[in-house]
């Protein structure tokens, strides 16, 4: 986080000079969460003027950096905090738990897990609908969403686009790049 303070510092209180949304970093737990969230926030706290604030999933101070963790995320330790340096990516499976979503602000699983279209043709009208309804459902709980391991073509890209999903999670960064471009 050194050299992001840097970066910060030399630009105005942004990451990216004349763009003033924050940059996310994605923290994935793959140890016990209440221990691994115990040292991360003792980290945090490092780096407080950097990075925004929450209370549960609301912001109270925005800064260039938000924090996302995901994997063994310590749900039950942040619903403690009055406020934290950080907010929860969870599994789209526990979009029916209010408690839990009072600290998630993206909701993502893996694409296989839904879905079986592969980008050729048409999406399938019923999965074109599931898409659309948890798209609808993450959006009225004012949350994001997002697909891990898509099919990563530009009619997968064109039809989470048009449904509305907040993240577009690719490989090809040059290939997603010149079709976003193409696509305005």
Same mark, same amino acid.
């Given at each position: 986080?050194?050299? /992001? !303070?840097?970066?910060?510092?030399?630009?105005?209180?942004? %990451?990216?000079?004349? +763009? $003033?949304?924050?940059?996310?970093?994605?923290?994935?737990?793959?140890?016990?969460?209440?221990?691994?969230?115990?040292?991360?926030k003792e980290v945090l706290a490092g780096y407080r003027d950097i990075l925004t604030v929450y209370q549960h999933d609301s912001v109270i101070e925005q800064?260039?950096?938000?924090?996302?963790?995901?994997?063994?995320?310590?749900?039950?330790?942040?619903?403690?905090?009055?406020?934290?340096?950080?907010?929860?990516?969870?599994? /789209? !499976?526990?979009?029916?738990?209010?408690?839990?979503?009072? %600290?998630?602000?993206? +909701? $993502?699983?893996?694409?296989?897990?839904?879905?079986?279209?592969?980008?050729?043709?048409?999406?399938?009208?019923?999965?074109?609908?599931?898409?659309?309804?948890?798209?609808?459902?993450?959006?009225?709980?004012?949350?994001?969403?997002?697909?891990?391991?898509?099919?990563?073509?530009?009619?997968?890209w064109r039809t989470l686009k048009e449904a509305g999903v907040d993240w577009i999670n690719t490989d090809k960064l040059a290939a997603y790049s010149a079709?976003?471009?193409?696509?305005?």
């Amino acid at each position: 986080l050194d050299p /992001l !303070r840097r970066i910060v510092a030399n630009n105005g209180g942004r %990451v990216y000079s004349g +763009y $003033s949304a924050p940059i996310i970093l994605m923290v994935d737990f793959k140890t016990a969460g209440p221990e691994t969230y115990l040292k991360l926030k003792e980290v945090l706290a490092g780096y407080r003027d950097i990075l925004t604030v929450y209370q549960h999933d609301s912001v109270i101070e925005q800064k260039a950096v938000n924090i996302l963790i995901s994997g063994s995320a310590p749900v039950a330790a942040l619903l403690k905090e009055d406020s934290a340096l950080a907010t929860v990516d969870a599994d /789209l !499976r526990s979009m029916g738990d209010t408690l839990q979503a009072k %600290v998630v602000t993206r +909701y $993502s699983s893996g694409w296989g897990a839904y879905f079986t279209w592969k980008g050729k043709g048409k999406m399938p009208e019923a999965q074109q609908q599931k898409l659309n309804a948890l798209v609808a459902q993450a959006h009225r709980m004012g949350k994001h969403i997002r697909f891990y391991h898509i099919p990563d073509k530009p009619a997968v890209w064109r039809t989470l686009k048009e449904a509305g999903v907040d993240w577009i999670n690719t490989d090809k960064l040059a290939a997603y790049s010149a079709f976003c471009k193409k696509s305005k």
